[in-house]
């Protein structure tokens, strides 16, 4: 009985399992890039409510520090001019990464089955691989 | 036997009529449910259990376990394997100085392997995705819509409902739940038992470390627990040819598990739902759990009490995440227009910056007060808040909890980005001039408003009241923030306590600005859930644990028994004390339970609270001998006081009124008063007092006034009436109203209300409680009737109801006399008694001179004679006490005086009041 279990829970789990690597691609490009695009989503908004970018320059003629004179309007308005460059340069560093890792998410498969293969290839001698980018 | 619940189920069961609930006939699965056996109607929706729990399906299982660890272990082996490639191919070019980043262009078998393993690391993020993903929560339906609407009451028409609206609640169960379900079987199986029942998931479930927490929240040791459930399981053994299946009633258990989860608006039936759907369920598993003092409702309110820890500390998390948004720097606000405030940070506190780095708790329960407080904030004509309630209630907690929220930006917009700083006013007034102080303020104000980010907040502010720098018509420092609050618009918090606020807030400007909302003392489950949070931290410091039983034992008893104070401080600090004394007597890691809490609570109010031991349980059943050695005869008076007094240890009286309500009646010197004096001593404690009023001293109506105290504008007004102030201070006492009948009927008037309700209102207007006094009155009225009728030779039961039916209604209104829970008539004494009461005297006399080391030793005669001189008919024992004072007193006071008495000597008292000493053999 206990042998029998064994060997159709395994035969199961093989099919299962077949299934499962065929549906893997469809999930990857569908699916599982749905779910990576909503949470990189999130990471940016977050960066940017960390940052403040918005509200930095939603203020830039609001004088800091309540001096309403016109030299504090001058630098705060000069203040607030380069605070709020820097901070979006750091958010759009972080909207670069957060693009690669997307890219990568999307290049990954594909660029993984092209270089075993690749690779394969230059194991296996065939002729106009063996000596790829031209060297 | 353990009450069942009451409340209807939100999850209808029901079991197939063809197998009973079980899913099968014979040894095949039942052809009418298909093994479905139980199902459960949740309004239109059918509930079932779907996964198989069986040998072949656990067997199968565990292969799938197996086999899906083994894949996912060479997929990881594999993706390790194609990062030392990598690296391993990196440092190679590095060596032959290839360029780094062109790495990809790089042909070898470790750059092979490194491609690959990118496939097999993205099949993995797939595989975790996807297990994700196949969690399912609860559904988030109104509890409202799964309401029934009518249900059938059978089988057949209830299982009828389309596949859409049919669902396995496996699904939902966590792994541990699922987990306990299938050791269940397997305990079962083991055993060799013919079905799975719920007893078998309780012990399933006791072998999870997650719910051992859970027994000791509900102070049930594991031991006790696990002795009577292997007493119960053999039961389960007997053979009846069936296959093992689960029981109908252990489906049952899975449905209510499910509803159960859905009421607590949980994500997952986990283990505490399982444990409480067993009790409320499963007759046999509630009476096990009864008899150790746990049912449903304790285990909800632990399960309740362990979800909100879990939330607290989710909470805690998200905070502390949100709170790394805000500034380090105190007022500096996220736009950075905030202007420095050095002035007003000397003389104040910012609470945002206190809660930003975790110093202020959260604050439980206030939902109501702190949506009022943000709609006063927001509209409305008077934009500022004054917090009105009792101390410690919690004003403090409200405002800390809202420092916290404004740091988590979880306010309106118009509390974003800003600061609440806390005003000390005593630091504002401390070494200067009140007009320097109004200076002080009126610059912190000013800077405040400057500055456009701050809330202002002062505790107690009618503190502020009354505080002139000038005469007459200046000013007061109230009064100067009140204005600057309407000129500047500045937006202040403050607190204020009831009295202080109707006396000095109500009609001043500073009242007028402000918009009261009132905080209430928290209900009773409210306070447990206060507490429960408290809890925690009171538990790490002192490093015991809390049973529920301690912490509704804290608010119960303190809200019953401590009346001066207000919930939920009250409670919190009998949690802090006992926790303290929990750690001294038990050591570390003890449990804290409802009896070390009644013990506290006794300790402050010497009141018995604490389960009666058996030691005290012979001495409350054998109270009239006690009595009775301190008192002679009134076999009457003495049986109905022990009854009230055990009736009160034993918690079956009335709550809501006095304890006991008696009138003794009686001649003069009978002993009504050594009665009361006794019971104040048995119940109360030896050394206790009396609060004892002679009524003769009230017989002016007027003399109301000196009970309940003087209303306002008399003299004396303010300091308390004489009776509700010794109640208010000591609400555990004898109450002694002395010859009853001399006082006023107006003021005899005023007891109804004690005798009936248990409370008064003095002249200030509080209310002071009586349940936990014995109300005793005593009276002479009828006096010459009871003697007459003694002489007669009438039993007392029959005195007392010719008295009760006429002449005792000519000194007190019939529905006065109905008030008293007992009239008790003391019969005149007879010389048999009298002599027995002087051998008590002179037994006290003995005692007093023991002190010396010298003994008393009356003869008879002396007894007889002193009795007989001591006796009066009138006046009863009373004139023995003189009779022995010159007789025995004095002369023995004479010859100590001389000289004449040694340690060990022995007084011999004699016939004609003769003293002889008898000295000692000579050591």
């Given at each position: 009985m206990t042998h029998s279990v064994v060997i159709s829970s395994l035969k199961i789990f093989a099919v299962d399992l077949i299934g499962r690597v065929l549906f893997w691609p469809l999930w990857w490009y569908s699916f599982g890039l749905r779910q990576l695009i909503t949470s990189l989503a999130s990471v940016v908004l977050e960066e940017e409510h960390r940052l403040g970018v918005a509200l930095w320059w939603r203020n830039l003629f609001v004088p800091m520090y309540g001096q309403y004179d016109w030299e504090g309007r001058i630098i705060s308005f000069v203040m607030r001019l380069f605070v709020g460059i820097g901070r979006t340069l750091l958010l759009v560093l972080w909207l670069l990464i957060v693009l690669a890792v997307a890219a990568v998410w999307i290049a990954a498969p594909i660029a993984a089955g092209y270089f075993m293969w690749r690779n394969l290839a230059y194991y296996t001698a065939i002729p106009w691989l063996v000596a790829p980018y031209g060297a | 036997m353990a009450p069942e619940p009451k409340i209807p189920p939100l999850v209808t069961a029901y079991r197939c009529s063809t197998c009973g609930g079980t899913g099968i006939t014979g040894a095949s699965w039942c052809s009418t449910c298909r093994g479905r056996a139980v199902v459960g109607r949740q309004g239109d929706w059918l509930l079932y259990w779907g996964r198989a729990i069986d040998d072949w399906h656990l067997r199968q299982r565990h292969v799938f376990a197996i086999a899906e660890h083994a894949v996912l272990t060479l997929l990881l082996c594999f993706a390790a394997l194609g990062a030392g490639g990598l690296l391993w191919e990196l440092s190679r070019a590095n060596q032959t100085g290839y360029p780094l980043w062109l790495f990809w262009r790089r042909e070898s078998v470790w750059m092979l392997a490194f491609w690959m393993s990118v496939l097999s690391d993205s099949y993995l993020v797939y595989h975790f995705a996807m297990q994700l993903s196949k969690i399912r929560h609860l559904p988030r339906r109104a509890a409202r819509e799964a309401e029934p609407s009518p249900l059938p009451d059978r089988w057949e028409e209830a299982a009828k409902v389309p596949r859409a609206r049919q669902f396995d609640?496996?699904?939902?169960?966590?792994e541990p739940a699922i987990s306990a379900v299938e050791k269940a079987w397997l305990l079962a199986r083991r055993g060799n038992h013919q079905t799975v029942a719920p007893l078998h998931l309780l012990v399933a479930i006791l072998t999870f470390s997650s719910t051992a927490e859970m027994f000791v929240r509900l102070g049930v040791s594991f031991d006790q627990l696990r002795r009577r459930i292997i007493k119960l399981l053999p039961r389960y053994a007997v053979p009846t040819g069936d296959r093992l299946a689960m029981s109908a009633e252990l489906r049952e258990v899975l449905l209510a598990a499910y509803a159960q989860a859905f009421i607590g608006r949980q994500k997952k039936v986990d283990l505490p739902e399982l444990l409480e759907a067993c009790v409320k369920t499963s007759e046999l598993v509630r009476e096990l759990l009864y008899d150790l003092s746990v049912d449903g409702d304790k285990i909800a309110n632990v399960t309740v009490w362990l979800r909100v820890q879990r939330e607290q500390r989710e909470r805690g998390h998200q905070y502390r995440r949100k709170a790394a948004y805000r500034s380090k720097h105190s007022g500096v606000n996220r736009t950075m227009t905030a202007v420095a405030t050095p002035f007003l940070d000397h003389f104040s506190q910012d609470l945002t910056q206190l809660a930003r780095v975790g110093l202020l708790e959260p604050c439980q329960d206030r939902e109501r007060e702190v949506a009022e407080m943000f709609r006063v904030l927001a509209a409305g004509a008077r934009q500022n808040v004054l917090l009105v309630g009792n101390p410690g209630i919690g004003k403090r907690a409200i405002i800390n909890g809202l420092a916290r929220r404004m740091v988590a930006e979880e306010v309106p917009p118009m509390l974003q980005d800003k600061r609440l700083v806390s005003i000390g006013v005593a630091r504002l007034i401390s070494g200067v001039s009140p007009s320097d102080a109004q200076e002080r303020l009126l610059h912190c104000l000013a800077e405040a408003q400057r500055s456009g980010n701050i809330i202002i907040f002062f505790n107690?502010?009618?503190?502020?009241?009354?505080?002139?720098?000038?005469?007459?018509?200046a000013l007061d420092l109230a009064g100067a923030l009140a204005q600057a609050m309407t000129q500047t618009g500045l937006q202040v918090i403050a607190t204020a306590l009831p009295a202080d606020y109707a006396r000095y807030?109500?009609?001043h400007a500073l009242g007028q600005v402000m918009e009261r909302v009132a905080v209430e003392e928290p209900e009773v489950n409210a306070a447990i859930q206060i507490l429960e949070a408290k809890a925690g931290p009171l538990e790490a410091h002192y490093q015991v644990f809390f049973t529920y039983d301690a912490l509704a034992q804290a608010v119960t008893l303190s809200s019953r028994y401590l009346h001066d104070r207000f919930l939920p401080e009250k409670a919190i600090e009998i949690l802090d004390e006992t926790a303290v004394r929990g750690l001294n007597e038990k050591g570390r890691q003890a449990n804290v339970g409802g009896q070390d809490i009644a013990r506290t609570v006794s300790e402050k109010t010497n009141i018995p609270l604490t389960d009666v031991t058996q030691k005290e349980g012979e001495k409350l059943l054998r109270l009239e001998d006690d009595i009775h050695q301190r008192l002679v005869d009134q076999e009457e008076a003495v049986a109905v006081v022990s009854a009230a007094i055990r009736r009160a240890r034993a918690e079956l009286r009335d709550t809501r009124r006095p304890i006991v309500n008696l009138l003794f009646l009686g001649p003069t010197g009978v002993g009504k008063t050594e009665l009361a004096k006794t019971v104040a001593a048995v119940y109360f404690g030896p050394g206790s007092e009396m609060i004892r009023l002679d009524m003769s001293e009230y017989q002016e109506q007027s003399s109301v006034n000196r009970l309940l105290g003087a209303p306002p504008g008399f003299s004396g007004a303010g300091s308390g009436g004489y009776l509700t102030e010794a109640v208010r201070r000591r609400p555990f006492a004898l109450v002694l109203l002395d010859e009853l009948e001399k006082a006023h009927p107006e003021i005899l008037n005023l007891f109804l209300q004690v005798m009936d309700d248990g409370r008064l209102t003095d002249a200030a207007g509080r209310t002071i409680d009586f349940t936990n006094v014995i109300l005793i009155a005593t009276s002479n009225a009828c006096t010459p009737t009871i003697q007459r009728l003694v002489g007669e030779g009438m039993a007392v039961p029959e005195i007392k109801e010719q008295l009760m039916g006429g002449e005792l209604q000519q000194h007190f209104r019939p529905e006065f006399l109905n008030r008293f829970d007992s009239v008790v008539v003391f019969k005149p004494l007879g010389h048999k008694e009298v002599r027995q009461i002087t051998r008590l005297m002179l037994a006290e006399v003995g005692e007093r001179l023991a002190t010396k080391g010298i003994a008393l030793a009356p003869t008879e005669a002396a007894i007889d004679e002193l009795a007989a001189a001591g006796f009066d008919p009138q006046y009863g024992a009373r004139p023995l006490r003189r009779v022995i004072q010159e007789r025995v007193d004095d002369v023995i006071a004479i010859k100590i005086l001389r000289g004449e008495l040694q340690r060990r000597d022995t007084i011999v008292l004699d016939i004609g009041g003769s003293v002889t000493i008898k000295k000692p053999a000579v050591l």
């Open positions: - | 609640l496996a699904q939902f169960y966590s107690d502010i009618t503190k502020m009241v009354g505080i002139t720098p000038g005469g007459g018509a807030l109500e009609n």
